[in-house]
């Protein structure tokens, strides 16, 4: 079956741009079922029923749903559940996207790393940018941090050593209000090419 | 100067930080329960109206559906001050008001629920202005509030609490002014806090009294405290927080989010879940309340204030449960602020048919300040009186005074201010700046520069009491005893960190108790800024309490006096001769040592905080760029240096600064509908928008605790508001004086274009 395209990154997600995002949740119902979907979170992979009944992933089951509730991975955090806050943000075959805004029928095949698939999963040991976060005290409540650290997570996929513009650009779509944003910005950097 | 601390002023990872970080941290929304049922809230689409009938029948048989409760099914619970508001009532007063709840085993099934409702309402007129509110004829909100005037006071406050500030004689104050200047001012726009976890709780209903609620508020002690008046004394909730995701002061209270579980679990005996989405959060949820005065100030050539009359009207929503609180508070601070002998000041506060006003940060003070300083201002542009110097001069100093909210005079006995405010003053360039009232500091073309100050101060840094426990085990190990949450100021930490100064013992080897009000002593809560010194005072007091038993129990062992001993890294030494030592363990290992500390309120001490803030109109565009912050305080001695600094940060956020930017919510004043209650159309502050903030925080030792530190998170959203309008009527070189200064109502001032209404106005 055809798969429309509909996950955004969350560095193009622009304030007041957002019909298009509505758009989406507004054809969730009309999304086409296919029978099972399988997609790799945090290395694992799990092959999932599509469907109504309580075990399956209803087709109009967001991304962030399925991650929270049928996986349990709570890590990933819902605030405004409609793409305006960057809090849900989760990598897709590397690259950020909004869990609250994609269907999980649209994430058969792809690969999800969640917060929680950062740190060695052996030894326990945190990814270098979780380090920083630590080291900065780069959050106040930590509600929006999980969020905060997959974007720039994808940022420095994307960009290993960004200037301090280009971090505060790739993270423009995430709030936080606690204004923990400066001291973010300082981990970012520290934790990047340039910091090293 | 070295510091005498191990601990204190140091930088540690937060002890939360690993969880946080993981995503392990387990916010309210992340926690099941076995057989957990969904609740939901239908609202009201009315401003206004009377429920004539609710029709159940059709919702009880779908699918998963437990309960649905109404008006006719809920005991008498009643919230406010005084308690008049239901839980659920036959009237509604607020499109967004609760007409029915619902609970069923998936989130998805209580919602649809919703939708099989069917509500018959008899529709009432409406009213949505302060002044509208008050007149003959007006629509009325409650029985017991006639003229919608919402009874004045706080009786836990005290008896003489604070309603008004009236003192001296301000006639005389008019004749010795130079000056008099008179107007109207608003701070209106009900500017919302906005914490990113939305309120929710999940409540377990067991016995025919007993009720466990797992809520994530600021201050989860108080939560069994106001619930159980609530429930009218019959019930003794035990609620247990957990990581707050964030609060600003609004997650101080989530009563109804909470009686709505409660009642939900007591019909069906499950746990319920309830946790509101981000449009009932923003429309339905506290926010600020709005205030317009209407003042007469008299000043002399030199700056000094000899008269302030006027009557405050305060919008509070359909309810009030802490305004009252938020004007005693707020009259104290306007005290502080302006060292005047005469005093008329009345405040009124008014119910109309939108959202509830609440607790937000500045608490009372800053909606008072947001509407007198643009006033002063007038008066200051009269006088020739430079703003910086003014606030300076009119500051409460050590000795001055001012009624605080329990009508109580207080001399202030802690540090002189300013210091702090020249060394900001300094930091900023005012002198260098400043050019006088309605003078751009630079021109560019079409951009213009202009500069503002601000401030506050309040003796809430000593309100309200604490307990703590601290007890120690033979394994040189301690646990902390106290109820409180984390909500994001580090406090947590800090009180682990005073705990291992006292006690000398490294901070991982001492850990916190889960703030449940079941193990825990009372404890008010962190909120205006008075973690640091009420909450850390208890805090200390209980490891003072527990190493001396320690000292005592362990003198004779090692032949000495409890006052000839001390303590380090669990070992009991003695200090003319430390080789002589001995191990915790030798309290016995079948024993603990318990240590008691309390709080007692203390109204004495003044924090402050002065802003400075430098913006850039665009007059082609009406745009105002916040260009730089500097924040100046004095702390007595930083406790934790990022944590700090973080809150200073959040000066922007949480209904601060940018409520005078651009953050408001929209009210539709026909229908009485919030019009911006989502993420994308209530404004926010992004990361390329951000200003540069410096923070500048001096350490004059305080006379609170043995640490001499006093808090100020809560204020650093204060000052900013006032010296936005200031710093852009200053690059006009016109009066601007509404909130917020939306490129709409820039554009109308310059006479350019439009209506010049934000959405509020
Ligand atoms: S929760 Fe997904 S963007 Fe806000
Ligand atoms: S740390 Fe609280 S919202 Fe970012």
Request: aromatic share 8%; with cysteine.
């Amino acid at each position: 079956m055809e798969k429309r395209k509909s996950v955004r990154p969350v560095a193009f997600l622009k304030k007041g741009e957002d019909t298009v995002v509505r758009t989406q949740k507004l054809t969730r119902k009309k999304a086409r079922a296919t029978e099972r979907i399988s997609l790799t979170v945090n290395g694992k992979i799990h092959e999932m029923e599509v469907g109504t009944a309580s075990h399956q992933i209803d087709p109009a089951h967001t991304l962030a749903h399925t991650l929270r509730e049928t996986l349990g991975l709570t890590g990933t955090k819902v605030s405004c559940d409609h793409g305006a806050c960057g809090s849900c943000t989760v990598l897709m075959d590397g690259k950020a996207v909004l869990s609250c805004m994609t269907l999980t029928i649209e994430c058969d095949g792809k690969r999800i790393t969640t917060i929680e698939g950062l740190s060695d999963p052996e030894t326990g040991e945190l990814d270098p940018l979780q380090q920083a976060f630590v080291d900065h005290t780069a959050f106040q409540c930590g509600f929006c941090t999980p969020g905060m650290i997959m974007s720039a997570k994808a940022l420095l996929g994307e960009n290993p050593s960004p200037t301090e513009e280009e971090v505060k650009e790739g993270l423009s779509g995430n709030f936080c209000r606690c204004i923990s944003n400066y001291h973010v910005v300082k981990a970012v950097l520290a934790a990047s090419g340039k910091g090293r | 100067m070295a510091s005498p601390y191990r601990f204190i002023g140091k930088t540690t990872p937060r002890k939360d930080a690993r969880e946080i970080v993981t995503g392990r941290a387990n916010f309210l929304a992340d926690r099941k329960f076995p057989g957990m049922l969904h609740g939901k809230v239908l609202r009201s689409p009315h401003p206004h109206a009377l429920i004539k009938s609710v029709s159940r029948d059709e919702v009880m048989k779908l699918p998963g559906v437990e309960a649905v409760l109404t008006w006719e099914d809920v005991p008498n619970w009643k919230g406010g001050t005084p308690r008049c508001t239901r839980i659920l009532d036959r009237k509604v007063r607020y499109v967004g008001d609760a007409v029915a709840l619902v609970a069923a085993d998936t989130e998805e099934h209580a919602k649809e629920a919703l939708r099989f409702i069917k509500v018959e309402y008899e529709v009432l007129p409406a009213v949505f202005d302060i002044e509208e509110a008050l007149k003959p004829g007006a629509p009325q909100l409650y029985e017991d509030f006639p003229g919608n005037v919402v009874t004045p006071g706080v009786p836990f406050f005290g008896p003489k609490n604070l309603k008004e500030v009236v003192r001296g004689d301000v006639e005389r104050g008019f004749a010795e002014a130079d000056v008099i200047t008179e107007g109207t001012f608003g701070y209106e726009n009900m500017p919302n806090p906005i914490p990113p976890e939305p309120p929710g709780v999940v409540a377990l209903w067991e016995a025919p009294d007993s009720v466990t609620l797992w809520v994530s508020n600021q201050a989860s002690y108080m939560d069994t405290v106001i619930l159980s008046h609530i429930m009218e004394r019959k019930i003794q909730p035990r609620t247990i927080g957990g990581p707050c995701g964030g609060s600003f002061g609004s997650k101080y209270m989530s009563w109804q989010v909470q009686c709505y579980a409660a009642l939900l679990s007591r019909a069906t005996r499950k746990p319920v879940k309830l946790v509101l989405t981000k449009e009932e959060h923003l429309a339905s949820f506290t926010l600020r309340p709005a205030s317009r005065m209407s003042a007469k100030v008299g000043m002399k050539k030199d700056g000094t204030v000899t008269a302030v009359q006027g009557t405050w009207l305060i919008d509070t929503g359909y309810y009030s449960m802490t305004t009252q609180s938020q004007i005693a508070v707020g009259c104290g601070e306007v005290q502080i602020m302006v060292q005047c002998p005469n005093w008329d000041l009345k405040p009124v506060i008014v119910c109309t048919n939108r959202n509830a006003s609440g607790i937000v940060r500045g608490f009372g003070g800053q909606e008072l300040k947001c509407c007198l300083i643009p006033l002063l201002s007038l008066a200051m542009e009269k006088a020739g009186v430079d703003p910086f110097e003014f606030l300076k001069k009119n500051f409460v100093r050590p000795g001055g005074g001012y009624f605080w909210r329990d009508g109580i005079w207080y001399n202030h006995r802690g540090i002189d201010h300013t210091k702090a405010m020249e060394r900001g003053a300094e930091v900023f360039g005012w002198k260098e700046k400043w050019k006088g009232w309605l003078k751009p500091t630079a021109v560019n073309g079409p951009k213009r520069r202009g500069i503002g100050v601000g401030i506050h101060g309040s003796a809430d840094i000593g309100e309200d009491s604490s307990e703590a426990y601290v007890r120690l085990h033979p394994d040189g190990t301690a646990m902390l005893f106290s109820c409180v949450t984390e909500h994001g100021t580090g406090q947590v930490t800090n009180y682990i960190r005073m705990v291992a100064e006292v006690l000398q013992l490294p901070m991982e080897r001492i850990s916190i108790t889960p703030p449940d009000s079941l193990i825990n002593p009372y404890e008010f809560g962190p909120a205006g800024s008075r973690g640091t010194y009420a909450i850390g005072a208890a805090i200390i007091a209980a490891a003072e309490d527990a190493r001396q038993r320690l000292l005592e129990l362990i003198a004779p062992r090692l032949k000495a006096k409890p006052q000839d001993l001390d303590t380090v890294d669990g070992v009991v030494y003695r200090k003319d001769d430390p080789g002589v030592k001995i191990p915790w363990k030798a309290m016995a290992v079948d024993r603990t040592i318990t240590g008691y500390g309390r709080f007692d309120p203390d109204y004495s001490l003044v924090n402050c905080m002065m802003t400075f803030i430098e913006v850039e109109v665009d007059t082609e565009t009406g745009k105002v760029a916040l260009l730089r912050v500097v924040n100046a305080t004095d702390v007595g001695q930083i406790i934790d240096p990022p944590g700090l600094e973080n809150q200073l940060n959040g000066c922007l956020g949480s209904a601060g600064i940018d409520s005078a930017i651009f953050e408001e919510m929209i009210l539709d004043r026909s229908a009485g509908r919030m019009l911006n209650a989502n993420m994308i159309d209530y404004k926010w502050r992004t990361f390329p928008e951000l200003p540069v903030i410096e923070n500048v925080v001096m350490e004059t030792p305080f006379p609170s605790h043995r640490f001499h530190a006093v808090g100020v998170g809560e204020i650093a959203t204060s000052p900013g508001p006032s010296a936005v309008l200031m710093a852009v009527s200053n690059a006009l070189g016109v009066w601007i004086h509404k909130y917020p200064v939306t490129p709409e109502r820039v554009l109308k001032t310059l006479g350019k274009t439009g209506s010049g209404k934000g959405g509020a106005a």
